[in-house]
């Protein structure tokens, strides 16, 4: 019965102290500003989003998205290329999981 104390004492030695609360997790704040790294995500897909995406009206190509990142959710505005200019936008939303990316639609 030695060796079922020496290797239990020697895992709980490299475990360390069983935490029965969870995982602690830092809250971020819900009125907190996209961050950089925020920002660069979401243009880096709503820029290849709007390349493959045809205006749902006129069947034109979509301008490069613009950002109103100043607070949650992101709106995204893109307009397309033909004479009219019909917009489109999508928000994104951040949820516990990450970011939450809605489809660029006609506004």
Do not use: Q
């Not at 505005?77 to 999508?90: M, P, V, Y």
């Amino acid at each position: 019965m030695e060796w079922f104390f020496a290797s239990w004492a020697f895992m709980a030695y490299l475990s360390g102290p069983f935490d029965t609360t969870g995982p602690h997790e830092i809250e971020r704040n819900r009125y907190e500003p996209p961050g950089p790294a925020d920002k660069w995500l979401i243009e880096i897909a709503y820029e290849t989003a709007a390349a493959e995406t045809r205006c749902t009206r006129c069947g034109a190509p979509l301008d490069r998205p613009r950002l109103r990142a100043d607070a949650w959710p992101v709106r995204v505005t893109s307009r397309c290329r033909s004479s009219a200019r019909h917009r489109h936008r999508a928000d994104v939303s951040r949820t516990a999981d990450g970011l939450r990316t809605n489809p660029l639609v006609r506004a």
